[in-house]
């Protein structure tokens, strides 16, 4: 297939009920008045509005207090700024909120992105390599827009465990939905989009460009690529982690070369070109334990899962993947008795914000502390990015990274 030109994408980076901007260069505004420059706070009476820079390649706006990390332990606000145009829409989902939406070409939104899910220190292989994986991604999701209609999926049923009793279980994942007012928004829901904040150097851009046009493929089709931080040895096959509609080209792969596991490093000058400052906060990434008392764990179930399962007795796997992924978890307790799945709901239910990943063994200590001892960050799917970084290291080239995590797709140009 072959796109007729670079998209413009629109992306969704805050909500709030007042938005305080500041404008370097002139901007010109859609509705009335005179250009803007310099500090604004907009409300609701600015909505909708759309700000274009007289001069795209010297003008841009910085928006403040957005958070960034919703949800996982690094959440927290801080100051971005972009290029390309702003928008002020009220937010259909928030009433009494405005959303701002920043509209910029695709090969300008990677050169962000790139550097805002790694640092923008990482090798000129792995710079390229994450671009075509992050434009095959997206390019995907603008072709199936209208498709995705939730992002919870799943539900309750009733399941006979091994030794014939009968309990409730849930089968739940997350996926990407359609945003109604944007095409995707700036955080890890879709990808870490943090405009011209952290684009701090030029091969970041050499990436990009040198790149252009050029997507994963497979049997003609774009695919729908994927990335985690660490596998933690083998990467994971797509519909372990969402729906059950297996792709052909995310499937296990061993993270190494007939050596030692890619992903198994801490070598820090490795892990600081993959990894951003809020990042490296935690130095378990690819061997992790969590201590639980008994008691602790039966008020974090009851809090993230809304079930009183009284007093943990176990926490039994029912369903491993080849990966290692944890799919299907039993949950004993004193008053309740359930299974869940899959691997993110698990994650959910175990921590305060995610569970670095769902490869985990369960371990009782004397006191009758729950251990658990995993390996790996995210769901594993697709792309390591901190083995893709190791072998970048190694002096592999983006195309060899590519083939390596997705076997049986091809590079292809679709637009110039």
């Given at each position: 297939?072959?796109?007729?030109?670079?998209?413009?994408?629109?992306i969704g980076i805050m909500s709030a009920p007042t938005l305080n901007v500041t404008f370097y260069g002139l901007y010109h505004r859609s509705v009335g008045g005179a250009p803007v420059t310099g500090d604004m706070v907009a409300d609701?009476?600015?909505?909708?509005?759309?700000?274009?820079?007289?001069?795209?390649?010297?003008?841009?706006?910085?928006?403040?207090?957005?958070?960034?990390?919703?949800?996982?332990?690094?959440?927290?606000?801080?100051?971005?700024?972009?290029?390309?145009?702003?928008?002020?829409?009220?937010?259909?989902?928030?009433?009494?909120?405005?959303?701002?939406?920043?509209?910029?070409?695709?090969?300008?939104?990677?050169?962000?992105?790139?550097?805002?899910?790694?640092?923008?220190?990482?090798?000129?292989?792995?710079?390229?390599?994450?671009?075509?994986?992050?434009?095959?991604?997206?390019?995907?999701?603008?072709?199936?827009?209208?498709?995705?209609?939730?992002?919870?999926?799943?539900?309750?049923?009733?399941?006979?465990?091994?030794?014939?009793?009968?309990?409730?279980?849930?089968?739940?994942?997350?996926?990407?939905?359609?945003?109604?007012?944007?095409?995707?928004?700036?955080?890890?829901?879709?990808?870490?989009?943090?405009?011209?904040?952290?684009?701090?150097?030029?091969?970041?851009?050499?990436?990009?460009?040198?790149?252009?046009?050029?997507?994963?493929?497979?049997?003609?089709?774009?695919?729908?690529?994927?990335?985690?931080?660490?596998?933690?040895?083998?990467?994971?096959?797509?519909?372990?982690?969402?729906?059950?509609?297996?792709?052909?080209?995310?499937?296990?792969?061993?993270?190494?070369?007939?050596?030692?596991?890619?992903?198994?490093?801490?070598?820090?000058?490795?892990?600081?070109?993959?990894?951003?400052?809020?990042?490296?906060?935690n130095s378990d990434f690819f061997k992790w334990e969590v201590r639980y008392t008994a008691a602790r764990l039966s008020e974090l179930l009851k809090c993230r899962s809304g079930i009183d399962f009284g007093e943990i007795k176990s926490?039994?796997?029912?369903?491993?993947?080849?990966?290692?992924?944890?799919?299907?978890?039993?949950?004993?307790?004193?008053?309740?008795?359930?299974?869940?799945?899959?691997?993110?709901?698990?994650?959910?239910?175990?921590?305060?914000?995610?569970?670095?990943?769902?490869?985990?063994?369960?371990?009782?200590?004397?006191?009758?502390?729950?251990?658990?001892?995993?390996?790996?960050?995210?769901?594993?799917?697709?792309?390591?990015?901190?083995?893709?970084?190791?072998?970048?290291?190694?002096?592999?080239?983006?195309?060899?990274?590519?083939?390596?995590?997705?076997?049986?797709?091809?590079?292809?140009?679709l637009y110039i």
């Amino acid at each position: 297939m072959r796109i007729d030109k670079e998209p413009i994408i629109n992306i969704g980076i805050m909500s709030a009920p007042t938005l305080n901007v500041t404008f370097y260069g002139l901007y010109h505004r859609s509705v009335g008045g005179a250009p803007v420059t310099g500090d604004m706070v907009a409300d609701l009476c600015q909505a909708p509005t759309t700000y274009t820079p007289a001069n795209p390649e010297t003008c841009s706006f910085e928006l403040h207090d957005v958070t960034i990390g919703i949800g996982f332990h690094w959440e927290r606000r801080e100051s971005q700024r972009f290029r390309g145009a702003l928008t002020l829409l009220p937010d259909e989902a928030n009433p009494g909120h405005i959303i701002a939406v920043n509209s910029i070409g695709l090969e300008e939104y990677l050169k962000s992105v790139i550097s805002s899910e790694m640092s923008a220190t990482a090798s000129r292989s792995l710079l390229m390599a994450h671009a075509v994986v992050s434009r095959s991604w997206l390019t995907r999701q603008l072709l199936d827009r209208g498709k995705h209609t939730c992002t919870e999926k799943g539900g309750w049923k009733h399941t006979t465990l091994p030794d014939g009793r009968e309990v409730d279980e849930l089968v739940k994942w997350y996926d990407r939905e359609d945003h109604t007012q944007f095409d995707v928004c700036a955080d890890d829901h879709c990808q870490r989009y943090q405009g011209i904040t952290r684009q701090t150097r030029r091969e970041v851009a050499q990436a990009v460009e040198e790149t252009r046009g050029e997507m994963l493929t497979y049997l003609g089709d774009v695919c729908d690529a994927r990335f985690s931080k660490c596998c933690g040895g083998i990467s994971e096959r797509f519909e372990n982690c969402w729906e059950d509609d297996p792709k052909e080209y995310l499937t296990h792969v061993a993270d190494h070369d007939g050596g030692s596991v890619f992903c198994d490093t801490s070598d820090p000058d490795i892990l600081s070109q993959v990894l951003n400052d809020y990042d490296r906060e935690n130095s378990d990434f690819f061997k992790w334990e969590v201590r639980y008392t008994a008691a602790r764990l039966s008020e974090l179930l009851k809090c993230r899962s809304g079930i009183d399962f009284g007093e943990i007795k176990s926490l039994t796997p029912l369903e491993t993947t080849h990966a290692g992924h944890i799919v299907r978890l039993l949950i004993e307790g004193s008053r309740h008795t359930a299974v869940v799945g899959k691997e993110l709901e698990i994650r959910r239910w175990l921590s305060e914000s995610h569970l670095r990943s769902s490869i985990f063994k369960v371990e009782r200590d004397n006191e009758g502390n729950f251990i658990l001892k995993g390996r790996g960050w995210g769901h594993g799917v697709g792309m390591c990015q901190i083995g893709a970084a190791v072998m970048g290291n190694k002096g592999y080239d983006y195309r060899s990274i590519l083939h390596h995590y997705f076997p049986k797709a091809e590079i292809a140009t679709l637009y110039i």
